[in-house]
């Protein structure tokens, strides 16, 4: 008997084993004194379930099915199954590994306890929001189809005008030819009319001469015969005629305007990362002193972006129509023109390794495959600027309204537009505008957090998935010579955010919450784009028009 016991046994803490059990955990099923239960709560790794003892459910041990008498009170390793100690001493567990099935229950409570935190923090907010997403965009069917409705109306509506227009001048034509003629006629009429007058008056002297017998007026006659025997002009109208053209449908259709077809497709659903996948990437920690590893000449006469295909190879772009891909000593290895010869805008490389360039004299956004080129999306009343690949293959474009009173983030999905960002919950813009020159890089980081340097603004703001504000982040107090001035902006693996400080040759870093870490300088003058690969090695488009390679992890 243990010598604190008495007649009645007392049942003390698993922990210290000493003072008297008064709780029970039953995520960890063990039992716990008052000062054991308040250390073993201040845990946060766990969502601990500490209940007063009396109140603990009951382990509800399984029968043997081999030994009626037995419980399985001992868990198999190899075979995975609850056991009693027969069939673990002697039975067909013999010699197998075993342990407690209590130490086993706790372990596999805490995997159980995980995955209830995914689904209740994770996996069931997204599914509400796809949901949510769906009730929102059901609500604005009436809407959209109402808008079409009226379109159509509308075009109904002037091409009855025009119509109308068209039958009214006919009509009017045709009236116009029959004055013409009704007068033609008329004046023949007259002709003739007259004509016929002359000679009834003529006849009528004849037949007065002849039953006079005059000398005179006998003698006096002349003859005017043979000016009646030329009969008088006719008119001859030819009758215009109406030819009514046979009515082509095809054509009146295309002339209508035309309805592209609905198109429902069925994404597969994108797969979530794990928690632990998502929260426990490998750590590297921030270099003291970053390293400049590699200096890439570009050959452009300004230099503005640069976007990684590998370690080894990055495409660049410049104050050209040219868009260059270069090794780490600078050899040319592909070259791409634009299709319109205007300089592109931004360049960026998808997860399949083509190449995407934005161009907003022409509003389009392009697809470079194979060394041909697709235009994927053409803008109307915006023009695009700045673009980046995401996580699941998705494109994210910056872009500023013709009036250049209005900006936002748009998402798209091949060339299907999934989602704008543009107002924060106030109903106010997010990001700056004024110029079809905005600078507006962006990045989505590890987190799905959207990332654009304002540089208008003079600010990285960060949006979370579904557009809604995280934070701006204005500079660090320690900036006192230069304004902040938010260029080129990435993220890496490690969630960290990096933005190009022009004006004062540095990049900031800060974690995925806004906050300062410190600046990479690396002899850097006035850097622009930047971008980093696999292994999170910056790349920056420097002013002196060389690409940078530092490794600051």
């Excluded at 006079?212 to 025997?229: A, C, G, I, Q």
């Excluded at 976007?307 to 891909?325: I, P």
């Excluded at 900036?479 to 933005?499: A, K, M, Y």
């Excluded at 400080?501 to 870093?509: A, F, K, L, P, V």
Aim: charged letters at 25%; hydrophobic letters at 30%; a neutral charge.
């Amino acid at each position: 008997m243990h010598p604190r016991r008495s007649a009645q046994e007392v049942l003390l803490c698993d922990l210290c084993k000493t003072a008297p059990l008064q709780s029970h955990c039953e995520l960890c099923n063990i039992n716990l004194c008052v000062n054991c239960a308040g250390k073993h709560v201040s845990d946060s790794s766990k969502r601990h379930n500490v209940v007063p003892f009396l109140h603990r459910k009951s382990t509800n041990y399984h029968k043997c099915p081999d030994h009626a008498d037995k419980h399985c009170e001992i868990y198999c390793e190899k075979c995975g199954v609850p056991v009693c100690s027969t069939c673990a001493l002697f039975g067909k567990h013999k010699g197998h590994d075993v342990s407690d099935i209590l130490e086993k229950l706790s372990t596999k409570k805490e995997s159980l306890q995980k995955d209830l935190e995914e689904f209740e923090t994770r996996i069931y907010p997204r599914y509400e929001e796809m949901a949510s997403d769906v009730q929102t965009e059901k609500a604005e069917l009436e809407t959209k189809y109402r808008k079409m409705t009226t379109a159509a109306d509308q075009q109904g509506e002037i091409l009855h005008r025009e119509i109308t227009a068209i039958v009214n001048k006919r009509k009017s034509d045709i009236a116009e030819m029959k004055n013409k003629h009704l007068a033609a006629l008329n004046k023949n009429t007259d002709e003739i009319t007259n004509r016929i007058t002359e000679l009834r008056q003529i006849i009528q002297d004849l037949k007065k001469i002849l039953d006079s017998n005059d000398v005179s007026l006998t003698s006096s006659y002349k003859s005017r015969n043979s000016e009646f025997r030329t009969l008088p002009p006719k008119v001859r109208v030819t009758l215009p005629s109406f030819s009514p053209q046979k009515i082509n449908k095809d054509q009146l259709n295309e002339m209508f305007g035309s309805l592209s077809p609905l198109s429902i497709n069925t994404e597969h659903g994108d797969t979530m990362k794990s928690a632990e996948a998502v929260s426990s990437p490998p750590v590297k920690p921030l270099l003291d002193e970053p390293r400049l590893t590699a200096t890439i000449d570009t050959g452009y006469r300004l230099l503005y972006s640069v976007s990684c295909l590998s370690e080894d190879q990055v495409w660049t772009r410049g104050d050209n129509e040219t868009m260059k891909l270069l090794n780490l000593r600078g050899k040319l290895l592909t070259s791409i023109k634009t299709k319109s010869g205007n300089a592109p805008e931004d360049i960026a490389v998808t997860r399949d390794g083509d190449l995407v360039y934005t161009d907003n004299i022409t509003r389009t956004i392009n697809l470079v495959k194979n060394k041909q080129i697709q235009t994927v999306i053409t803008l109307q009343g915006w023009r695009p600027l700045y673009v980046c690949c995401t996580a699941s293959n998705h494109l994210l474009v910056t872009m500023v309204s013709d009036d250049l009173k209005q900006s936002k983030v748009v998402r798209y999905s091949g060339s299907i537009e999934k989602q704008s960002i543009q107002f924060d919950d106030q109903g106010r813009p997010l990001y700056s505008s004024g110029g079809y020159n905005d600078i507006k890089y962006l990045s989505e980081n590890r987190n799905l957090d959207i990332c654009v340097a304002d540089c208008r603004a003079r600010a990285v703001v960060v949006v979370n998935q579904s557009g809604k504000l995280r934070f701006r982040y204005t500079g660090h107090p320690s900036n006192t010579e230069l304004s902040f001035n938010p260029v080129g902006i990435t993220t890496d693996s490690q969630s960290h955010i990096l933005t190009a400080d022009c004006d004062n040759d540095r990049i900031h870093i800060l974690d995925q919450d806004g906050q300062f870490l410190r600046y990479i300088h690396c002899g850097l003058f006035g850097p622009y784009g930047l971008c980093v690969d696999i292994r999170d090695n910056l790349f920056v488009a420097n002013g002196d028009n060389k690409v940078k390679k530092i490794q600051y992890l």
